[in-house]
């Protein structure tokens, strides 16, 4: 039996034990080997009826995520991005067989690991309490010493933030950072996940050294920004 417009979430080592595969945008997903390779797939997703549909696309994205989050608690996965489909059954095989070699290595690049992701939100110096009884040269000489007060701040921040950015670097080698200047950067890690404590306490130390930003720390997921 022929297999038509599979919608492929994941491509992962072919399993030697049973996984639990949920249920994706519309249907139960199924596993299609080619070797030592496999693709979680869904069969007869119609791309272009969700993209005339903006309530079932946002569903469709939503589902997509819980699907390679569901998997990637049970094994390794190559998470592909939304929209990847394959016209038919013996498309994706070959596919698979063409580029086995190369997905068996990344496979192997994040055997255990999760990204984890370090939001990094520059917090903002408050505003001086300016009394309506101030004269014009107090009011003067108020704003001048918080400006002056804030160049400081912004340039401590500034130093703060590659101090951070070192020191992750330093204690991981696999990071991608999205800076941001003047708002909310990022700084994604590929961490093995039994490394966690090792993390959380690292995280804390960030938090020590950058008192002047809000550091947050998200929990484990597959490794979106890595593959």
């Known amino acids: 039996?022929?297999?038509?417009?599979?919608?492929?979430?994941?491509?992962?080592?072919?399993?030697k034990q049973i996984l639990k595969l949920p249920v994706g945008i519309?249907?139960?997903?199924?596993?299609?080997?080619?070797g030592k390779?496999?693709?979680?797939?869904?069969p007869d997703v119609c791309l272009d009826a969700l993209q005339k549909d903006n309530e079932?696309?946002?569903?469709?994205?939503?589902?997509?995520?819980?699907?390679i989050c569901e998997l990637f608690q049970q094994t390794t996965v190559l998470p592909l991005r939304f929209g990847t489909s394959f016209l038919e059954g013996d498309n994706l095989l070959d596919h698979l067989g063409s580029n086995?070699?190369?997905?068996?290595?990344?496979?192997?690049?994040?055997?255990?690991k999760g990204e984890y992701i370090l939001k990094c939100i520059p917090r903002k110096l408050e505003e001086p309490v300016l009394g309506s009884e101030m004269t014009g040269r107090q009011y003067f000489l108020?704003?001048?010493q918080h400006y002056q007060t804030q160049q400081n701040f912004y340039i401590l921040q500034a130093t703060e933030w590659q101090k951070?950015?070192?020191?992750?670097?330093?204690q991981y080698q696999s990071t991608i950072i999205n800076a941001c200047p003047g708002a909310e950067s990022r700084i994604y890690l590929l961490v093995p996940c039994q490394d966690e404590?090792?993390?959380?306490?690292?995280?804390?130390n960030w938090q020590k050294v950058c008192p002047r930003w809000e550091l947050q720390l998200g929990q484990v997921s597959p490794p979106y920004h890595f593959i």
């Open 37 to 42: 390779i496999s693709a979680l797939v869904e």
């Open 164 to 170: 951070v950015v070192h020191l992750v670097t330093d």
């Open 26 to 34: 519309a249907s139960p997903v199924l596993l299609m080997a080619s």
């Open 56 to 67: 079932r696309l946002i569903q469709a994205v939503l589902s997509h995520d819980r699907v």
């Open 142 to 144: 108020v704003k001048k």
């Open 197 to 204: 404590p090792f993390l959380t306490n690292h995280f804390l």
């Open 1 to 15: 039996m022929k297999l038509y417009n599979l919608y492929a979430y994941a491509f992962l080592k072919t399993p």
């Open 100 to 112: 086995s070699e190369e997905y068996q290595e990344k496979l192997q690049q994040l055997q255990g």
